[in-house]
Every structure is written in C-alpha cells, then in structure tokens.
C-alpha cells in the first residue's frame, strides 16, 4: 500500500501568488516593457522626460503598473540623496528604474511616491501616430 504524502508537502511548500497583468486601456498611449510588452504606465501618468537613470535617459511617472518593489536604501543622485527602492517589471523581472520613497533635501520633495523608469527598458504602446509628439 502507498502511503500518499500530498498533504504534507502542501503544508511545508509556501504558496506560489498568481501574477495578474494590469492592462491599460486599448487604444491610450501608454508605455511597455520592451522585453516582454507588458503596460507600464499611461502616457497621462508622465510628469517629465528629463531624468537620469543609471543607463541614460529616463522618465519620471507619477503611477505605474506591473511593477514590483525592492527594498529602500539610501542613494547619493544627482539631485542629492534619496531613499529609493528599485523597481522591475512583474511580468519578466527586469529592473526599471526606481521609487522614490523619501527627498531628505525639501527642494526634491515632489518626486517623493513617483517612478523613474529607463528609456532603455520600455517602448511606446497604442495610439502613438504623427499627430503625438510628446
């Protein structure tokens, strides 16, 4: 007779969490994941294109998607130090870019809450034509 050890092994195994990918609306313009397309953020989430990331330009968002969050450390950027928290891509696990999670100078205040993400990890999604050249 076999002796069936599911129940035990369910007990010791932790809990693998789904992953649900956020969708954006169809048709707004948004911006993806260029390794895996998943949505990142809304082109109406885009505070300013004049960042610095650690591998060139990059974008400062005030909301994302489909990202996961690293633990804070405090960091010396350009603007000063910061307390940031890395960010990727839920979806494939490439690092994005940041969170900023605290300004210690009152001058960088504003980016407290928002998201640097890498020109080099994203690419622009849905309804981008002539017309748009934000």
Known sequence: M?????NSSKHNTPKKQKTFQHYLPAGDRCYSC????????????????????SQGKAYLFNAVVNI?????????????????????????KTTLGWKYEHAFESSQKYKEGKFIIELAHMVKDNGWDEQHDS
């Open 34 to 53: 260029i390794h895996c397309r998943a949505n990142l953020a809304a082109h109406s989430e885009l505070i300013s294109k004049s960042f610095q990331g």
């Open 68 to 92: 996961g969050c690293g633990p804070a450390e405090e960091r010396v950027l350009l603007t000063g130090l910061h307390a940031v928290a890395d960010i990727y891509c839920e979806i494939c």
């Open 2 to 6: 076999m002796k069936v050890l599911e």
